[in-house]
């Protein structure tokens, strides 16, 4: 028979629980339990809870039991992460009455996570097993104060494979066979038969004797000018946009693999000769991206832009600053739904990958996760990350905590800056200049 579930977060928004540090890759206790709250109470559709208004721990445990006493249910169930003294690990659940569930829980869940099996632990002297009316047991997930334990819930795939772990033993029900992760749909151009279009090569050309190409920062004549070309130089053309009626070629010298750092420049598409089909800067679709959630509870922050970001603050954050304003809008279509939205911070892992967030590579951190190497940050990607959520826009387009998803720069004229300001050749004295 199907256990009718009331789940619940364990402390909540204001009475925080456990933390570890540093994070990440320690998390903090009420920011994982909700999100493992939510997936499960997903999976199940079950009821749940999470207390945001205690501001005491007894007005806290008072709202967690007076809220599960008053669901129609067989069964309480509340979610928690422990922590000690960074040494101790594994997943231990305790109860009152509900040893053999306990003894079942746990099992599914290091099987899930591969976290050490420290078993049903019988505590008569907590509140929830005590003063809930109906059978409960407390989930102690891991140990959020442990690298291990944590490392081994951020690895790929893991999360998913717990909650539904969780979902089906507390349940006593079979969840049906997960299909293979997808990145969400978008919509792509029909299919031409000509090949995708990506960087080109461009021959500047139709310069007067004595001229050169001025090479700006953005699409825009008023832009700075960060470099010049001659005549019969080749130059990579990555993608285009319109300004008015110029239109401009985004041009890109070195990248990650020589150089070291890729160099981003536009120019009037008026004096470069391009052999191929340039895409628009502005309408490409990175896909199957993986995003991860920040900025709530006790990961508020300052980003990198000045602006403080919290619970409440809509916007996304890549591996590239744009140093110049105004930032682009990005549009977002996750599992569940697109947003267009700002950017606010610098993030997650790199902090300089231009030629994944103004060109067409893929992310540095999933490199870096699958070689397990440093990122910029200095520390060694727990996920693939190429782009961070905050809560509200997780939200909207359906993923918790972390999942995959699709993005654009929405077109917007001339907001594309270059990863640095390095001239293409050094100004020669005598020549004029073009655009």
């Not at 998390?27 to 501001?55: H, P, Q, Y």
């Not at 979610?79 to 306990?102: K, M, P, R």
């Not at 682009?328 to 739904?337: D, L, N, T």
Request: a negative charge; aromatic letters at 6%.
């Amino acid at each position: 028979m199907t256990r009718r579930i009331a789940i619940s977060v364990g402390h909540g928004l204001h009475i925080r629980g456990a933390s570890g540090s540093p994070k990440p890759p320690q998390v903090d206790e009420v920011d994982e339990a909700k999100k493992i709250v939510d997936r499960v109470a997903e999976l199940l559709g079950c009821v749940k809870f999470f207390d945001t208004n205690s501001t005491s721990q007894s007005q806290n445990l008072n709202a967690i039991t007076s809220w599960h006493n008053k669901q129609s249910r067989d069964l309480d169930v509340s979610c928690h992460w422990n922590a000690f003294d960074h040494s101790a690990h594994g997943t231990e659940i305790l109860y009152v009455t509900q040893e053999a569930l306990a003894d079942d829980v746990c099992h599914a869940i290091c099987e899930a996570l591969g976290t050490t099996f420290r078993g049903p632990k019988y505590r008569s002297d907590l509140a929830f097993l005590n003063n809930t009316n109906k059978p409960a047991i407390l989930i102690e997930t891991a140990f959020c104060d442990n690298t291990g334990d944590c490392n081994k819930y951020h690895a790929s795939g893991k999360f998913e494979a717990l909650c539904r772990a969780i979902a089906e033993s507390i349940s006593g029900q079979s969840l049906p066979d997960q299909p293979p992760e997808q990145p969400p749909e978008v919509e792509v151009p029909p299919d031409t038969g000509e090949p995708p279009a990506g960087p080109v090569t461009g021959t500047v050309h139709g310069l007067v004797a004595g001229d050169q190409l001025n090479i700006r920062a953005s699409a825009s004549s008023g832009s700075p000018i960060i470099g010049k070309a001659d005549n019969n130089d080749l130059v990579t053309v990555v993608s285009s946009a319109m300004n008015g009626d110029t239109q401009w070629l985004k041009l890109q010298w070195g990248d990650n693999h020589m150089a070291g750092v890729a160099v981003y420049g536009w120019a009037s598409a008026a004096y470069i000769r391009v052999e191929g089909q340039v895409p628009p800067a502005e309408d490409v679709w990175h896909t199957g991206i993986t995003a991860t959630e920040f900025g709530e509870g006790s990961d508020e922050q300052e980003g990198a832009y000045g602006e403080w970001i919290d619970g409440d603050t809509r916007g996304v954050s890549f591996p590239y600053k744009w140093r110049d304003q105004p930032r682009p809008m990005v549009e977002v279509a996750g599992p569940s739904g697109t947003v267009i939205t700002g950017v606010v911070d610098v993030g997650p892992w790199n902090t300089d990958d231009p030629n994944y967030v103004l060109g067409t590579e893929r992310p540095l951190a999933e490199s870096q996760y699958e070689d397990q190497t440093v990122a910029q940050n200095g520390m060694v990607p727990t996920n693939p990350a190429g782009i961070d959520l905050t809560a509200p826009i997780a939200r909207e387009v359906g993923i918790s905590g972390k999942g995959k998803c699709n993005w654009r720069i929405v077109p917007s004229g001339a907001t594309m800056t270059v990863a640095a300001h390095q001239p293409v050749h050094h100004p020669k004295h005598g020549k004029r200049s073009r655009a």
